[in-house]
């Protein structure tokens, strides 16, 4: 049974930091790409970055590039979001999930970590 636990989430101020973590459990984590995905109060599920199953080619969607990193450590099965030059706009429900995320089954997905970014 997939399980997919994210934590690090909180209170932010614009222009500020947070890292985000995922434990997951229930696969083999390293067989995987894995993928950090965001839902804004009112709107769908966007899908923000994603990285290859060894950890070496992460990719981005526009609105984070240069500003968030993923990384994963195999060895802990932990998937990592580091979040910089964070906007208000980035508020939002932060979700892990294998890449592509369309291979998520509901019973699949976590409960998420809440970013809010507010002065």
């Known amino acids: 049974q997939v399980q997919l636990v994210e934590s690090g989430g909180g209170l932010a101020q614009p222009g500020g930091s947070l890292r985000l973590s995922c434990a997951a459990s229930?696969?083999?984590?390293?067989?995987?790409?894995m993928a950090w995905a965001r839902q804004a109060p009112g709107k769908g599920l966007e899908w923000m970055c994603g990285?290859?199953?060894?950890?070496?080619?992460?990719y981005y969607a526009d609105s984070v590039k240069g500003r968030f990193t993923i990384s994963r450590d195999n060895a802990k099965n932990t998937l990592y979001l580091q979040m910089n030059s964070l906007k208000p706009e980035d508020t939002a429900l932060y979700y892990c999930?294998?890449?592509?995320?369309?291979?998520?089954?509901?019973?699949?997905w976590g409960q998420g970590t809440q970013v809010t970014v507010s002065s």
């Open positions: 990285i290859s199953f060894d950890g070496r080619v992460p």
């Open positions: 229930g696969f083999t984590f390293s067989n995987y790409a």
């Open positions: 999930a294998k890449d592509p995320i369309s291979t998520m089954r509901p019973s699949d």
